[in-house]
């Protein structure tokens, strides 16, 4: 059974903190990996992908990317209150191109103004 | 960017009816996805098609149908809708080892 794990929280950061979101996966022929911010009753939104390892940067948000560890982070400088939502790590796992994710169940983010 | 189109918002059906669900994308995308999401279970995975007329069954499947005539459209079937499938239903496409793109997604009621 090919897995991602993320912590349900809920994670709660002071307004302006860094939010640091987790992810681990099971199959090390892993390609791709995304990170998708849920607002309740809203579909997920593609925030960051990335590919090889190392840190990927887009404005406050950072992925970070550790094949070895099977370890993926999401992490979020100057936490904003608009920030609260649901984030959600997907992995393509395998050599499929079909474009199939298998998602985490997804981590609440709480930031305090 | 990409647009991904889902037919209703807010749909609300009787037990029994057969029910459509319709998604368009814009992006000549071979692979699109019907997936539902409820409360504490996450994204679950109904069926996927990764070609005209080609499906796959996804992780929860009974009680479901898909149909993809064409490239841009893919349409989940409810067969006979029991209440049990009263849910968020969340159609999504990509090109292969992309990020997938989701519609704005359908809350169905069945009565």
């Known amino acids: 059974q090919k897995e991602v794990e993320q912590n349900s929280g809920p994670l709660s950061v002071p307004e302006g903190a860094i939010a640091s979101l987790n992810c681990t996966y099971s199959?090390?022929?892993?390609?791709?990996f995304f990170w998708y911010r849920q607002y309740s009753g809203k579909s997920p939104e593609l925030i960051m992908s990335?590919?090889?390892?190392g840190d990927k940067e887009d404005g406050r948000f950072t992925a970070q990317l550790n094949k070895a560890s099977q370890y993926v982070s999401l992490l979020i400088r100057d936490s904003q209150p608009s920030d609260s939502a649901t984030y959600l790590c997907?992995?393509?796992?395998?050599?499929?191109?079909?474009?199939?994710?298998?998602f985490g169940q997804g981590t609440t983010l709480q930031v305090k103004p | 960017d990409v647009k991904v189109t889902q037919s209703s918002r807010y749909l609300v059906k009787r037990t029994g009816e057969k029910v459509f669900l319709e998604c368009v994308q814009d992006?000549?995308?071979?692979?699109m996805f019907w997936y539902r999401q409820d409360p504490g279970l996450g994204l679950r995975l109904i069926y996927f098609?990764?070609?005209?007329?080609?499906?796959e069954k996804g992780d929860i499947p009974e009680g479901y149908s898909v149909s993809r005539e064409k490239k841009e459209r893919f349409s989940l079937i409810l067969e006979s809708a029991s209440t049990n499938q009263t849910s968020m239903y969340l159609c999504?496409?990509?090109?292969?080892?992309?990020?997938?793109?989701f519609g704005d997604g359908t809350r169905l009621s069945i009565l």
């Open positions: 999504a496409s990509t090109g292969g080892y992309q990020p997938q793109h």
């Open positions: 199959d090390r022929g892993s390609q791709s």
């Open positions: 990335i590919y090889s390892n």
């Open positions: 997907a992995v393509n796992m395998g050599s499929s191109n079909t474009g199939k994710l298998i």
């Open positions: 992006m000549d995308h071979e692979n």
């Open positions: 098609s990764y070609d005209v007329k080609m499906k």
